[in-house]
């Protein structure tokens, strides 16, 4: 039996024989201060300190990121470095994920493009997948545009301020609705929006274009 004065640690130990012969307990500080005393929490635990699953869970791969990953056959490496990231970007998650999306989509090497875009997002330079306004997706419901086509003039013309995006919107409706390709022929468009030209004159409209099918309504 321990002295009736002893306590703490030393107490616990001399008083159970079993527990002080066994080399596990022994040689982790921590568990025995524990048991010794277990009002008191640890030091680690009372400084806010990272407990086992916590480590655990800020070592995972986002789900979402994993997905992206996966379906492009990305390493893992690069997975991890991208779930990094985006614990970063959690108020732009959603459209930086579905840019990535597009743009890996398209490029010969979704790895190597996914490398060059994480820089940017590191500098600070990536932007997201720019949501069509009202004006743009009204334009765009009314000549029956595809997603890219709607989803390139959105990008660009996020660049302009109000005044000059409107006169834009007006241009590139004049040039939609002489075409019996809309979708195409707002990609062409694209380059001089990207420069900042006038779109120029529009020709005349296109068999089974929208002008087309208005006059012959009449």
Known sequence: MPPPNAGGLAGLLAGNPLLAANPLLTANPLILATLANPAQPSAAIQQGGPTAAEEVDSNLIDPDVQELCDYFHIE???ARRLSDIMKN?????VEDMERLYDVLERANSPAGLLVVKMREMEEGTFV????????LAAVSKK?????????KLADI???YDDVPRSGYLIEIERHLEVSNRP????????RKLGEGQSLGKPGQPAPG???DNAESSI
């Open 76 to 78: 893992e490496r690069h």
């Open 183 to 190: 979708s195409a022929m707002a990609m062409m468009l694209l």
């Open 89 to 93: 970007r959690q108020e732009t998650f």
């Open 143 to 151: 000549y029956k545009l595809d997603e890219q086509a709607e989803s």
């Open 128 to 135: 997201g997948k720019v949501k069509a306004d009202k004006d």
């Open 157 to 159: 013309l996020a660049r």
């Open 209 to 211: 274009s929208y002008l």
